[in-house]
T-cell receptor, first 112, second 112 residues
Framework: NAGVTQTPKFRVLKTGQSMTLLCAQDMNHEYMYWYRQDPGMGLRLIHYSVGEGTTAKGEVPDGYNVSRLKKQNFLLGLESAAPSQTSVYFC???????????FGDGTRLSIL | QQPVQSPQAVILREGEDAVINCSSSKALYSVHWYRQKHGEAPVFLMILLKGGEQKGHEKISASFNEKKQQSSLYLTASQLSYSGTYFCGTERSGGGADGLTFGKGTHLIIQP
């Protein structure tokens, strides 16, 4: 039982490049979330999904897109990476809204 | 709006007690508490619901004052393993419709 798996774990991009972060959960959770964590800022919600085929904006959605084509997967895309998007990205899932969230190990992304 | 956590950091000797506070200017439905060790994913501790009772397990407990929109996390007879950053996440409406808004965290260092 892997829980929440994020790939890749590390990535370095150049400004303007695009990439997709993958989050997969095997707990049959309905809700999935993407957060970014910057020093001194805590965890900030980027986008979330309340079920397969749904997405919603969180606190800091600009510059990111998401898709939830399958219940177990939640993808975070950066279309044109900017240095301000250098961060640690965490994916989380929960059985339902308001329930405990289970986090992946994070993706450390650097934009040069 | 991001909840405010206090203190920002605290250093204790093993066996001492600590209190971490989380305050919001908006009415809350629930408060979630997580602990994150350096380089790791946040781990769920407990949820306090509006109208619910004080929660706790082992030597970690928490309360939720609905009138003040404030939650407090109590760590009793702290152990070295309690070191880490503690985050509160707040929910303004039930069912997870808005996701969680996290505070900036409280760094707790337990010294032998």
């Amino acid at each position: 039982n892997a829980g929440v798996t994020q790939t890749p774990k590390f990535r370095v991009l150049k400004t303007g490049q695009s990439m997709t972060l993958l989050c997969a959960q095997d707990m049959n959770h309905e809700y999935m979330y993407w957060y970014r964590q910057d020093p001194g800022m805590g965890l900030r919600l980027i986008h979330y999904s309340v079920g397969e085929g749904t997405t919603a904006k969180g606190e800091v959605p600009d510059g990111y897109n998401v898709s939830r084509l399958k219940k177990q997967n939640f993808l975070l895309g950066l279309e044109s990476a900017a240095p301000s998007q250098t961060s640690v990205y965490f994916c989380a899932s929960s059985y339902w809204g308001g329930q405990p969230q289970h986090f992946g190990d994070g993706t450390r992304l650097s934009i040069l | 709006q991001q909840p405010v956590q206090s203190p920002q950091a605290v250093i204790l000797r093993e066996g001492e007690d600590a209190v971490i506070n989380c305050s919001s200017s908006k009415a809350l439905y629930s408060v979630h508490w997580y602990r994150q060790k350096h380089g790791e994913a946040p781990v769920f501790l407990m949820i306090l619901l509006k109208g619910g009772e004080q929660k706790g397990h082992e030597k970690i407990s928490a309360s939720f004052n609905e009138k003040k929109q404030q939650s407090s996390l109590y760590l009793t007879a702290s152990q070295l393993s309690y070191s880490g950053t503690y985050f509160c996440g707040t929910e303004r409406s039930g069912g997870g419709a808005d996701g969680l808004t996290f505070g900036k965290g409280t760094h707790l260092i337990i010294q032998p």
